[in-house]
């Protein structure tokens, strides 16, 4: 189907219009840090907090904050993509690669079901979890995660739509069979590849 | 559970404009006709594509305006640096055409069987969900006891100020202004505060739905307020708008 024109619609010139070639297809630039999430921000203390791998209700390790920040973490610049059609592009993150936390546990898993405070929760593929592509993120843009953007830590999953980047996380559930997490039974796409704009169920 | 309800392919589909109505100065509601809607619920978004002579396209979501059974409106505020809003609010008329997709969202939505007591609170814009929901609650006739507080900055800025009057038989219906009070202002004045939730948000023993939609600061303030109160997290459902 080709699109209808709609009479009178022309483009703006951006600020970031120089950096179109960074932003999947139906995404715009903001310069802004928007907030999405579907309940109220939590406030768990750092030492309440703890970081958890599980795998069929048992729990194979867990990391108190002191020693989450005793891991291997790297500085990391990234575009994110948020499915509500903005982008941040170059955005500067301090994390943990999350192999570091799951090679420490002997699995086969091949999907993973992160969850979070307030109940949260959202499913990836293990292949998109390791080899570079995501964190578990402390720092942003050299401060502390603020709590409305996720902190004390959030998941960092720049390569997929912005809710695969859990805020709140505090673990992660090994599965051998793919589970959909939060806004995945809620509509949104299983996968939410950016690139192939996978927004909703069915794209 | 309306996790289920959303399946299969959201298909972009030709909207003709059939009304626009100017609700405030710089906030517009326009009515589509879109002949293949699949019916959506109170609460839930879609998303519009505008496509320039040259190919160019934009796409944005917004909040559906309307009630469960009536067609698809949308109420738009005009961002003055914005490249879709302005168009909408300015240039819009009936009988234009753009492409929707939707309903999405199945999260903040609200029917009669959801139950209450309701609380809901909005920040500007935010009102647009939450007039979808005290709608549909009018039209099916549910007894569900409801409360909005609406947060605005002036009284000429308040949007379906006529139609949330009209809901006062019904549902308690407060303002609070945040600039500038007209004389003899009866209502609140400042921004939501504590003190302001202690004379209209339903005691947490009663079990209280809340939907809260408006900017992120607006959001995250009423909801730790609401959680203090001793509401429980999963009956608290947001909506934030960013400033993109």
């Not at chain 1, 307030?118 to 942003?140: E, H, I, R, S």
């Not at chain 1, 992660?172 to 949104?188: A, I, K």
């Not at chain 2, 298909?11 to 059939?18: C, D, G, R």
């Amino acid at each position: 189907m080709t699109s209808p024109v709609s009479r009178g619609f022309h483009r703006l010139s951006r600020p970031g219009d120089a950096q179109a070639g960074k932003l999947p297809p139906g995404q715009h630039v903001t310069t802004d840090f928007p907030v999405l999430s579907a309940g109220p921000t939590p406030h768990t203390p750092l030492q309440e907090w703890s970081f958890s791998i599980r795998r069929g209700g048992k729990t194979l390790r867990t990391w108190t904050w002191a020693e989450f920040m005793d891991l291997p973490a790297e500085t990391v610049t990234v575009d994110i993509h948020c499915v509500t059609r903005w982008s941040k592009l170059g955005t500067v993150w301090r994390g943990v690669p999350v192999p570091v936390l799951l090679d420490q546990v002997a699995h086969d898993a091949r999907y993973v079901l992160a969850f979070s405070d307030g109940g949260y929760t959202t499913n990836l593929p293990v292949k998109d979890v390791t080899g570079g592509q995501a964190w578990l993120a402390f720092d942003y843009d050299g401060q502390p995660l603020p709590p409305e953007h996720g902190g004390p830590a959030r998941l960092l999953v720049p390569h997929l739509y912005f809710w695969k980047s859990a805020k709140w996380v505090r673990g992660m559930e090994l599965l051998d069979h793919d589970q959909p997490g939060f806004w995945e039974n809620y509509g949104y796409n299983n996968y939410g590849d950016p690139w192939r704009e996978q927004r909703y169920a069915g794209d | 559970m309306a996790g289920t309800a959303v399946r299969g392919r959201l298909i972009w589909q030709v909207a003709t404009v059939a009304t626009v109505t100017d609700e405030t100065d710089a906030v517009r509601t326009i009515a589509l006709d879109l002949p293949d809607w699949p019916g959506h619920h109170a609460g839930q978004h879609l998303d519009v594509r505008l496509t320039a002579e040259d190919g160019y396209s934009a796409e944005r979501s917004y909040s559906i305006a309307s009630a469960d059974g009536e067609p698809v409106a949308i109420t738009v505020e005009r961002l003055d640096d914005g490249e879709v809003s302005p168009y909408l609010t300015q240039e819009l008329r009936p009988g234009d055409q753009m492409e929707i997709r939707g309903p999405i969202g199945n999260w903040f939505t609200w029917g009669p069987h959801d139950g209450g007591p309701l609380l809901l609170i909005a920040g500007g814009s935010g009102v647009v969900p939450l007039r979808a929901i005290l709608r549909h609650r009018q039209r099916s006739g549910s007894n569900v006891r409801a409360r909005l507080l609406y947060s605005s900055r002036s009284l000429e800025e308040v949007i379906y100020r006529k139609e949330l009057d009209e809901y006062r038989g019904s549902a308690q219906v407060r303002y609070t202004l945040t600039r500038r009070q007209p004389p003899g202002w009866g209502g609140f004045a400042g921004r939501v505060d504590d003190a302001m939730l202690a004379r209209i948000a339903w005691p947490a023993s009663q079990r209280p739905l809340a939907f809260i939609c408006g900017p992120t600061p607006f959001v995250e303030t009423v909801a730790g307020l609401l959680v203090a109160r001793h509401y429980p997290e999963s009956r608290v459902k947001t909506e934030r708008f960013g400033g993109a």
